[in-house]
T-cell receptor, first 109, second 115 residues
């Protein structure tokens, strides 16, 4: 079955500390992985996707097919990074997004 | 471009009433997706529509739920005879095509509360 797991409901780190939000997936084929973010009082928006291999707002995520993971990382957290983060996958060229339950990231000053 | 517009933002209904949720996609987008988010859970796909066509409704409950995307006007998600379990946030997203390299853009969602 296709599934996305975000094991941490809540992650709290100090400003300037490294951040890693975990995402594991279950899918037998070649999925496309995404991270979406929802800041307070804002709508859900795409943060990054694995095919782009880009860094957005200092965040990166590497697809590890061996471990079926797509963890989101940032070396130095900033207070404005506080938000809900959702990992999602779409199977191949399918449009359907399959979502994790989300991780609430709190950056303490 | 105002982005994906959903209304109302909050909707309260009593058990047995009907709920209508509206979604206007981004300008130039003809593909609309509806997702439901229950408390403490991730979003769950419900239905995918193109103008005047339902492409995939595999995530829709078999009864009481329906969706449409007419030639003119917004997409409507309709829930008849609502029950307490329908309380959730309903999100709409749109994209210009169904290709996975075209990210889906989301609305603010409609929070449905059933009394």
């Amino acid at each position: 079955a296709q599934r996305v797991t975000q094991p941490e409901k809540l992650l709290s780190v100090f400003k300037g500390a490294p951040v890693e939000l975990k995402c594991n997936y279950s899918y037998s084929g070649s999925p496309e992985l995404f991270w979406y973010v929802q800041y307070s009082r804002q709508r859900l928006q795409l943060l990054l996707r694995h095919i782009s291999r880009e860094s957005i707002k200092g965040f990166t995520a590497d697809l590890n097919k061996g471990e079926t993971s797509f963890h989101l990382k940032k070396p130095f957290a900033q207070e404005e990074d506080s938000a809900m983060y959702y990992c999602a996958l779409t199977p191949g060229s399918n449009y359907q997004l399959i979502w994790g339950a989300g991780t609430k990231l709190i950056i303490k000053p | 471009n105002a982005g994906v517009m959903q209304n109302p933002r909050h909707l309260v209904r009593r058990r047995g009433q009907e709920a209508r949720l509206r979604c206007s996609p981004m300008k130039g987008h003809s593909h609309v997706y509806w997702y439901r988010q229950l408390p403490e859970e991730g979003l769950k796909f419900m239905v995918y529509l193109q103008k005047e066509n339902i492409i995939d409704e595999s995530g829709m409950p078999k009864e009481r739920f329906s969706a449409e995307f007419p030639k003119e006007g917004p997409s409507i998600l309709r829930i008849q005879q609502v029950v307490r379990g329908d309380s959730a946030a309903y999100f709409c997203a749109s994209s210009p095509s169904r290709q996975s390299n075209q990210p889906q853009h989301f609305g603010d969602g409609t929070r449905l509360s059933i009394l």
